[in-house]
């Protein structure tokens, strides 16, 4: 795969210097290069391109959220997502597909219909729909009263959509590349050298490179690479586990997700079922799946598709989720004055992509910060300003 030019040395200094080449680290550079003109970039990323949390997510978009920041946040992100192969000129593999969130209680029911006002009143298209229209919508769903939790209605947002994950990487890198941004893997970042406030230089496996900005954007490393610098952010890293079954013939289109049962599934092109549920509970940066959770994962979905009783499991993997205390991102500028944080996405990160690419640039590139990402500042939690997105996961409550 050749999305991006050779490895070169590393320049003694950059204008920008991104730490992170996933889809966030190289969205950022892309919209520097493009939007702003800024082109002495370099991406440092100590693996390969968008193999980290980028690489282990489920590819899902939404934004049907609960507060006004979070739902004007990431409606943007999906309005970018919809044109964003014909931006790139790479097919990220776009499909509008619906999200079906599952009521199993009349506390549901309550929750649903005061999220769908508060998203419609918004301009997102959610509406509380009963058991026959969610029959409708996903006809192989298991209705009967004869199960753990039986389903009463459900939360309906038709601006659900999938894409492919890796894609969205790929085209960002090589959008970047084309705007003369360097991008080198297997490069480490150790610390930094800072002085009067400021970091003036990254230090990497590969040498001391000088810069004037610095741009963290690592997901399930934020806190400790963020300490490299002498931040602190109000973060813990706990994984997050998935899996795939076999391909079948089609038969599911939405995104379907159950946060009483901890589960959400959907079928991909390829015709996999992707099963997810929530964090571990307990932090851990160690990428490891484990048996209980698979157990976990198959008897919810089996509880709401049963034919996925005599489907075989492909592939387990996990990713590092970094959560906040009120489960929304760190976006903005932090205690070291040329240090800009992309931090905190928990379970939401790859759908945020292309705003987050966006506004983190113009940040850079003019010193001030849009508007869409100001409530998102790491200032909130001394000011006591917390955006609270616990109840929006797609499978926690």
């Known amino acids: 795969m050749h999305f991006t030019p050779r490895a070169t040395d590393l320049r003694k200094r950059y204008d920008v210097v991104i730490v992170g ?8 550079a892309y919209y520097l ?35 006004e920041e979070g739902i004007r946040f990431y409606s943007e992100s999906v309005r970018l997502f919809k044109y964003l192969s014909n931006e790139l000129g790479f097919n990220v593999l776009f499909e509008p597909r ?27 298209r959610s509406e509380l729909v009963g058991r026959e229209d969610v029959r409708r919508y996903v006809p192989h769903l298991n209705l009967s009263e004869d199960v753990r939790f039986p389903i009463l209605g459900g939360l309906w947002h038709a601006d659900g959509a999938t894409a492919r994950h890796d894609a969205v990487a790929w085209g960002y890198a090589r959008g970047a590349c084309s705007h003369g941004v360097e991008v080198h893997q297997h490069t480490e970042v150790l610390g930094f050298d800072l002085a009067n406030g400021r970091a003036v230089a990254v230090l990497t496996n590969r040498g001391r490179v000088e810069c004037n900005d610095v741009v963290q954007a690592v997901a399930g490393w934020s806190s400790v690479v ?39 599934v959907h079928q991909t092109s390829r015709g996999e079922f992707v099963i997810g549920g929530g964090s571990d509970p307990y932090p851990l940066y160690k990428t490891r799946v484990t048996l209980e959770q698979r157990e976990l994962l198959s008897a919810a979905a089996i509880e709401l598709f049963p ?55 113009a940040l850079v590139a003019t010193g001030t910060t849009p508007d869409l990402i100001k409530p998102f500042a790491l200032e909130r939690f001394y000011r006591h300003k917390q955006i609270n997105e616990a109840g929006a996961t797609a499978a926690g409550l």
């Not at 080449?21 to 950022?28: K, Y």
Request: aromatic share 10%; hydrophobic share 35%.
């Open 226 to 264: 963020a300490r490299k610098a002498g931040i602190r952010l109000p973060i813990h890293s706990y994984p997050l586990q998935a899996m795939v079954t076999q391909p079948y013939k089609p038969v599911l289109d939405p995104h379907v997700s159950s946060p009483r049962l901890h589960v959400y």
């Open 98 to 124: 619906g999200q079906m969130t599952l009521a199993h209680t009349e506390g549901d029911l309550h929750n649903f219909r005061w999220r769908a006002e508060v998203n419609r009143h918004l301009g997102v």
């Open 307 to 361: 034919f996925l009783g005599q489907a075989r499991v492909l592939r387990q993997w996990a990713g590092t989720t970094d959560m906040t205390p009120d489960y929304s991102p760190i976006m903005g500028v932090s205690p070291v004055k040329n240090y800009y944080l992309d931090a905190g996405w928990g379970t939401w990160g790859f759908k945020a992509t292309p705003v987050c690419g966006k506004t983190i640039a």
């Open 33 to 67: 290069a493009k939007d702003h003109a800024i082109r002495s970039v370099a991406v440092l990323e100590r693996g390969y391109l968008g193999g980290g949390n980028t690489a282990r997510n489920t590819a899902v978009i939404r934004s049907n959220y609960l507060t």
């Open 21 to 28: 080449g996933g889809g966030h680290g190289l969205g950022i």
